[in-house]
Nanobody
Framework: QVQLVESGGGLVQAGGSLRLSCAASENIFSFLVMGWYRQAPGKQRDLIARITGGGSRSYADSVKGRFTISRDAAVNTVYLQMNSLKPEDTGVYYC????????????WGQGTQVTVSK
């Protein structure tokens, strides 16, 4: 069973930075895409950044220019560097990985809380 373990969340003031990590139990190139989702209190879980196996990156408009997704295959880890944080970035951040075998397999981490104070 694939495991994704997030870390790096915490409390930060507006304008600050955090780096989230998502450590996978398997080779990250076994996944077609990996991404970070955010769920704010009382809201749905939204995709904010993703990276494909080929290295293509995409971002939600709300984080473009501030967040960067990257990966280190040597340690099977995907990162989310978050700069210029805003209070509206507050939420639980989840790591996701997808791959196709006999069907689509979808994996989630347990989430890490990010709180941005004014």
């Amino acid at each position: 069973q694939v495991q994704l373990v997030e870390s790096g969340g915490g409390l930060v003031q507006a304008g600050g930075s955090l780096r989230l990590s998502c450590a996978a139990s398997e080779n990250i190139f076994s996944f077609l895409v990996m991404g970070w989702y955010r769920q704010a209190p009382g809201k749905q879980r939204d995709l904010i950044a993703r990276i494909t196996g080929g290295g293509s990156r995409s971002y939600a408009d709300s984080v473009k220019g501030r967040f960067t997704i990257s990966r280190d295959a040597a340690v099977n880890t995907v990162y989310l560097q978050m700069n210029s944080l805003k209070p509206e970035d507050t939420g639980v951040y989840y790591c996701n990985a997808e791959r196709f075998s006999t069907g689509w397999d979808d994996y989630w981490g347990q989430g890490t809380q990010v709180t941005v104070s004014k």
